[in-house]
Antibody, heavy 119, light 108 residues
Framework: QVQLQESGPGLVKPSQTLSLTCTVS??????????WSWIRQPAGKGLEWIGR???????NYNPSLKSRVTISVDTSKNQFSLKLSSVTAADTAVYYC???????????WGQGTLVTVSS | EIVLTQSPGTLSLSPGERATLSCRAS???????LAWYQQKPGQAPRLLIY???SRATGIPDRFSGSGSGTDFTLTISRLEPEDFAVYYC?????????FGQGTKVEIK
């Protein structure tokens, strides 16, 4: 059974870079044809897809965030990571990592981690 | 970007009633790559329906999905107490994944 777990600071100062890691267990992050995504949800609001990294290492980003986002993978640790630069209060949200694949929806999700942007 | 618009925003129903949720896409969703998720407070979304009409593993048959192209529907035939939650549609036919804004099903 695949499991995903987000980790990282719960508090980030404005203008700084938000950094989160998703650790995948129960399977290798580099096996199969999977996309590893980040999704966020501000309190009381809907879900916003941030971007993803493919097993091959290629990435796709939401155009609304593309200039500030970097997603990378560390296969040796079975992890993938999110960096979001120049954060503001509008980036305060629960951040989820999730898995999908071509022609398939998000089938595994992390539990989510709350990141607050505040001085 | 495919914009998904869900309606209504809130549905107030009683247990045992039928719920009908709508999801409309701004352009055709290729291969009916449309999913529905259920989310309860403090939890990650749970996959209910994929391919517009296929139930995910372990999902009760009171949940059903239908539609194609730009119009999709999630139906809950008889609401159980545990079904009161927020429901999101999501398309995965384009490389830019998008979600609807959600429909809250609340107890009347």
């Amino acid at each position: 059974q695949v499991q995903l777990q987000e980790s990282g600071p719960g508090l980030v100062k404005p203008s700084q870079t938000l950094s989160l890691t998703c650790t995948v267990s129960g399977g290798s992050i580099s096996s199969g044809s999977y996309y590893w995504s980040w999704i966020r949800q501000p309190a009381g609001k809907g879900l916003e897809w941030i971007g993803r990294i493919y097993t091959s290492g290629s990435t796709n980003y939401n155009p609304s965030l593309k200039s500030r986002v970097t997603i990378s993978v560390d296969t040796s640790k079975n992890q993938f990571s999110l960096k979001l630069s120049s954060v503001t209060a509008a980036d305060t949200a629960v951040y989820y990592c999730a898995r999908d694949r071509p022609g398939w929806p998000f089938d595994y999700w992390g539990q989510g981690t709350l990141v607050t942007v505040s001085s | 970007e495919i914009v998904l618009t869900q309606s209504p925003g809130t549905l107030s129903l009683s247990p045992g009633e039928r719920a009908t949720l709508s999801c409309r896409a701004s352009q055709s969703v290729s291969s009916s790559y449309l999913a529905w998720y259920q989310q309860k407070p403090g939890q990650a979304p749970r996959l209910l329906i994929y391919g517009a009409s296929s139930r995910a593993t372990g999902i009760p048959d009171r949940f059903s999905g239908s539609g194609s192209g730009t119009d999709f529907t999630l139906t809950i035939s008889r609401l159980e107490p545990e079904d009161f939650a927020v429901y999101y549609c999501q398309q995965y036919g384009s490389s830019l994944r998008t979600f609807g804004q959600g429909t809250k099903v609340e107890i009347k």
